[in-house]
């Protein structure tokens, strides 16, 4: 009977694996638009209920593993309590929006896709992670190149970039990004611990891959991932290095948080407001007038916004459907806009500087917290790179929001508290390996 029960916990373990990757990859949320786009075009009923269950649908069966395998005391001891508080904070500002009916929809979503990240975290090592990834990114990477290849309607815009099922050149950007990052690591591992026969043929086809993600990336025309590499890359080196310093000078962990976690974050603070206080001379060295796309205007815009709502903001994702916040000042600068092009700001205008501040003490308590485990996870520097690359992605659009599988894989990122299930010596054929 043993055996059976092995077989059958193993056959478990990759029917979930399948369903995360899949999960990851519907939250991309283009093979989701794409899949109601014709009812949408041919149709008089709103599709966006529609859409918004959907997506709720597919994220309940992890929240229903996760509430199955348990929420031990640690998890509401720690940072998790601030991203509780967060999410509770944006369903409270349905009461004080014009927009309750739709600000609670979309907090509800906010909540749920933050604990979708918690089921990810919890179940998943950080190699798992990096191969969810690595699965999800390719299916939406190769979706689109066939999408485009086949000539279907939307896959390019009107200058000839590259959206293929995601719309907009700038959502499929980070997936093909990610795909990139997460197919050089991979290709990093084959070379490291594969041998035998299947050596050479995971090297050609994670090559391959690397090569379509960036020739992918490249057709899109976007510009909004590229900063966000260089700085994954970056960071990664940078907690590599920090690694190789624990364990060649026995440096206790404690001391790893109160000296370089702390000089990292302060280091990448004013590295973020030297970015934002000098964009002009930065577009300047870059020579291009224009590179961040006409994002300034709505940047101020919702920047004053925020300062006419300061502490509670304007409710969750509602400003930009508020007429209070349309019709300001300059308010023809921004006309046809849907949002701030700024995950930052959607924060202080959804919830004010409580909100702004929650999330910044989430981010980085998380942070403080996970140093343990970075250093000692086998590729545990990749949480933080992932993190830095969605921080980055996120001032140039948004990605903290409902639904979407850069909030999800931030929350995953951070929140890890505990190793995913041991698996035994007779179960090692799982994805684990």
């Not at 199955?68 to 998890?75: A, K, P, Q, T």
């Not at 966000?228 to 190789?244: H, I």
Request: hydrophobic share 55%; charged share 10%; proline share 3%.
């Amino acid at each position: 009977m043993q055996p059976v029960q092995i077989f059958s916990k193993s056959a478990l373990r990759w029917v979930e694996y399948v369903y995360a990757a899949a999960l990851l990859f519907l939250l991309t949320q283009g093979p989701v638009l794409r899949l109601w786009r014709t009812a949408e075009l041919y149709t008089s009923v709103p599709i966006a209920p529609t859409v918004q269950a959907t997506f709720i649908a597919v994220q309940i069966p992890g929240l229903m593993i996760l509430s199955r395998r348990g929420l031990s005391r640690e998890m509401f001891r720690g940072p998790i309590t601030m991203l509780l508080a967060l999410t509770m904070w944006m369903l409270s500002s349905t009461a004080w929006t014009n927009l309750s009916r739709y600000t609670i929809v979309e907090a509800i979503s906010f909540a749920v896709t933050a604990a979708t990240g918690l089921y990810l975290s919890q179940s998943f090592s950080v190699r798992q992670q990096i191969l969810l990834i690595f699965s999800a990114m390719h299916l939406g990477v190769m979706y689109s190149y066939f999408a485009v290849k086949l000539s279907w309607p939307e896959t390019i815009d009107g200058e000839g970039n590259w959206a293929g099922i995601y719309f907009n050149r700038n959502s499929l950007a980070p997936v093909a990004m990610l795909g990139l990052l997460s197919a050089a690591t991979v290709l990093y591992l084959v070379v490291k611990e594969v041998r035998g026969n299947v050596r050479l043929p995971l090297l050609a086809i994670c090559s391959v891959l690397v090569a379509i993600d960036a020739a992918v990336y490249l057709r899109s025309g976007s510009s909004t991932s590229f900063g966000a590499a260089v700085v994954f890359v970056f960071v990664g080196a940078v907690w590599t290095l920090v690694r190789w310093f624990k364990h060649t000078r026995q440096i206790p962990t404690y001391e790893i948080q109160r000296v370089f976690y702390s000089a990292f974050v302060a280091i990448m603070l004013l590295a973020a407001w030297i970015g934002f206080r000098y964009q002009q001379l930065i577009i300047g060295w870059f020579g291009k007038a224009d590179f961040f796309n006409g994002r300034s205007a709505l940047w101020h815009f919702s920047w004053t916004g925020v300062l006419e709502r300061p502490v509670l903001g304007w409710g969750w994702r509602a400003a930009w459907s508020t007429p209070e916040f349309l019709k300001r000042d300059l308010w023809w600068t921004t006309s046809g806009a849907q949002f701030s092009h700024n995950g930052f700001l959607e924060v202080l205008l959804g919830g004010g500087f409580i909100a702004g501040l929650m999330f910044l003490v989430f981010v980085v308590w998380s942070g403080w917290v996970r140093v343990g485990s970075v250093c000692k996870e086998e590729l545990g520097q990749w949480s933080f790179a992932l993190a830095a690359f969605i921080l980055v992605a996120n001032s140039q659009e948004v990605f903290i929001t409902g639904n979407h599988f850069l909030w999800v894989l931030l929350v995953a990122s951070l929140s890890r508290v505990k190793p995913a299930p041991v698996q035994s010596a007779e179960t090692s054929s799982t994805p684990s390996t």
